[in-house]
């Protein structure tokens, strides 16, 4: 792996994490350039990237795939959306071992009852979760699993309801279990050796009165999940989040942003019958290069394989 540190030496040393969402390695690199401490391997977005289908379809041996990829090109630790880990103790086992092996610092092991799409945002009902008892079990799988990796587990329960409705949450009577109920979860994935806890539909406007609850009630390292903006403001600061007690962050915005530029130049270049559009965009130093990437290693390397191969055939 590449990584330069880990998620667990971040938080020990008291460094805030912000670990926006990336889906592949070129994401993964962008993230990197533009001075982030951590990366998120979002589930949704790698699946819209590798399959164009929401969350809930993928396989493992895909996630397994992207993350071995992710992990062994980025210098910066990568945490792993691991949906519902395999929904069973032992399938959980074998999906995060694996995962911790091929690279992965931490993984989210969430409660919400796969059905093949992406559930607990679109229109979750309280039929969606599985009971706690399961969720914690699977908690403590993926607990047992990652021992003496540098792998942490993060307990993520979906079951509260609400959230910020700009985003597509669920919101409404009788779609989630509630806060009290979150909590509790929460306070069990802690309890079967879960190091950091998160619990989803709290980042919206006005959200601090959970957010005090949460930190007062629930141990250890805690993720805030989403940071959004209402009307042009933001939901929250990070400054107010580390004052809160709150120790990691996320957020989406390489999906979108990529969509973003490949709309904009590829419809240019089809209105203009040409490409100087997208080529003279020489933005942030990169000329006419079309990749975040460069290749001075893999050049001398190669270079070295020619001098071998030319001395082997000359001796």
Known sequence: M?????IRALLEKGEFIWSP????CTSAR???LCGYNAILLSSCEME??????????ASWEEYIWATERIAHLSSLPLIVDGEDGGGKPMLVYRNCKRIAEAGAMAISIEDSVSRGIHVDYIYASINDY???????????????????????IIARTNCKGDGAPEIGAISGIGTGLGLEEAIRRAIMGTQAGAEITMIQNICHKDCKAECMEIVERVPGYRFYPDIHASDGVPDVTIDQLKQWGFHLLSNHA???GATKGMMEYNLKNFQNQNTVYSENDEFYGMGHVFTPFKFENWVELDKRYISYEKKLRNQ
Do not use: H, Q, R
């Open 254 to 256: 390489a999906m979108k």
């Open 48 to 57: 819209y990237a590798m399959n164009g289908t929401p969350a809930g379809v």
């Open 2 to 6: 590449s990584a330069k540190t880990t």
């Open 30 to 32: 962008v993230v990197e």
């Open 130 to 152: 599985m009971d706690a008892e399961l969720w914690a079990t699977n908690v403590a799988a993926a607990v047992d699993a990652v021992k003496g990796t540098d792998c942490m």
């Open 21 to 24: 969402c990336i889906y592949d």
